[in-house]
């Protein structure tokens, strides 16, 4: 009998898939067949100065070379912009966004002159500049068509999330608690949409797993912070809050996490180099007979 659980795997086609991919495919897929559940497949290609249709090709192929199946349609974020569009819509009818006009470069000046520079989770915290710009500067600027980034005021976002603390439950972490001091301090004004790309991965992710009855999030403990910043998405738009599973990221030989910038061999190299699905199952740690294998 079918259960209610749904897992996803959500890959961002910037690169080919290396043995990290597989891992945590690898268990999206495991924890939704142990559970009797579903399994998703999400591209996440909203980032298209980076994403490429010949590398969700790629996914599709080192995905079903691995022995993985799942359901169809495959949600690929890149066509439902609109979508993020009416999100990105009803938080500024409630006042929580406001367009940013400040560069990277000018950021980073105003850290450097404050002197301190406040470390978040995604690095420095955005010193909140464009935040204190009277309506008439923010409608001059923008009608004279300077680029922008809509942030979120965390502030006033956590003043209309509800009641405080929010918490989420990690399988291995355990209960975790959110305040909005941790959102404010380990975020701040997060970035929501930018000219180039217009929804950020955290309200795409947050909105999707919703949308697409997700009920276990697992994915790399490198997004163990992010989801701090998706339960305030949950707590704002009223949408039910998953569970979640990281796991640890898999490491090369030098104590280093796999990364595709880093030139960890891709799937289709080791596919190409002989290496069976059961031999790289066997790498990542995970029983090849669990698919097939
Ligand atoms: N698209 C993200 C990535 O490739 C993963 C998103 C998630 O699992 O929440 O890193």
Same mark, same amino acid.
């Given at each position: 009998?079918?259960?209610?659980?749904?897992?996803?795997?959500?890959?961002?086609?910037?690169?080919?898939?290396?043995? @990290?991919? $597989? &891992? /945590?495919?690898?268990?999206?897929?495991?924890? +939704?067949? =142990?559970?009797? #559940? *579903?399994?998703? !497949?999400?591209?996440?290609?909203?980032?298209?100065?980076?994403?490429?249709?010949?590398?969700?090709?790629?996914?599709?192929?080192?995905?079903?070379?691995?022995?993985?199946?799942?359901?169809?349609?495959?949600?690929?974020?890149?066509?439902?912009?609109?979508?993020?569009?009416?999100?990105?819509?009803?938080?500024?009818?409630?006042?929580?966004?406001?367009?940013?006009?400040?560069?990277?470069?000018?950021?980073?000046?105003?850290?450097?002159?404050?002197?301190?520079?406040?470390?978040?989770?995604?690095?420095?915290?955005?010193?909140?500049?464009?935040?204190?710009?009277?309506?008439?500067?923010?409608?001059?600027?923008?009608?004279? @068509?300077? $680029? &922008? /980034?809509?942030?979120?005021?965390?502030?006033? +976002?956590? =003043?209309?999330? #509800? *009641?405080?603390? !929010?918490?989420?439950?990690?399988?291995?972490?355990?209960?975790?608690?959110?305040?909005?001091?941790?959102?404010?301090?380990?975020?701040?004004?997060?970035?929501?949409?930018?000219?180039?790309?217009?929804?950020?991965?955290?309200?795409?992710?947050?909105?999707?797993?919703?949308?697409?009855?997700?009920?276990?999030?697992?994915?790399?403990?490198?997004?163990?912070?992010?989801?701090?910043?998706?339960?305030?998405?949950?707590?704002?738009?009223?949408?039910?809050?998953?569970?979640?599973?990281?796991?640890?990221?898999?490491?090369?030989?030098?104590?280093?996490?796999?990364?595709?910038?880093?030139?960890?061999?891709?799937?289709?190299?080791?596919? $190409?180099?002989?290496?069976?699905?059961?031999?790289?199952?066997?790498?990542?740690?995970?029983?090849?007979?669990?698919?097939?294998?």
């Amino acid at each position: 009998m079918q259960s209610d659980t749904v897992t996803r795997c959500a890959p961002s086609p910037t690169g080919y898939l290396h043995a @990290g991919h $597989a &891992y /945590a495919a690898g268990i999206a897929w495991l924890r +939704a067949r =142990q559970a009797h #559940g *579903r399994f998703l !497949l999400r591209i996440e290609d909203i980032d298209t100065t980076r994403c490429r249709p010949e590398l969700t090709d790629a996914i599709f192929e080192d995905l079903a070379w691995l022995g993985l199946s799942w359901e169809q349609p495959v949600r690929r974020q890149s066509q439902h912009f609109a979508e993020y569009a009416a999100a990105l819509d009803s938080l500024r009818q409630r006042d929580l966004l406001y367009p940013c006009f400040c560069t990277r470069k000018q950021i980073q000046a105003e850290i450097n002159a404050a002197g301190q520079a406040p470390h978040g989770f995604e690095g420095a915290v955005y010193p909140g500049t464009c935040r204190h710009l009277s309506g008439a500067e923010r409608e001059a600027r923008m009608a004279g @068509g300077e $680029a &922008y /980034a809509l942030r979120l005021d965390m502030a006033a +976002a956590c =003043q209309q999330a #509800g *009641r405080w603390p !929010l918490h989420w439950h990690d399988e291995t972490a355990g209960a975790q608690s959110v305040t909005p001091d941790l959102l404010i301090q380990g975020f701040g004004d997060v970035v929501l949409a930018r000219k180039e790309i217009p929804a950020s991965y955290h309200l795409c992710v947050s909105h999707d797993d919703v949308l697409q009855g997700i009920t276990l999030v697992t994915r790399g403990s490198d997004l163990f912070a992010a989801t701090h910043l998706h339960r305030l998405l949950q707590a704002l738009f009223g949408w039910p809050v998953p569970d979640y599973a990281h796991h640890p990221l898999l490491l090369d030989d030098s104590g280093e996490r796999l990364a595709k910038r880093k030139n960890a061999p891709t799937l289709r190299d080791q596919r $190409a180099a002989g290496v069976t699905p059961a031999a790289l199952w066997q790498q990542v740690g995970l029983d090849p007979a669990s698919f097939g294998g």
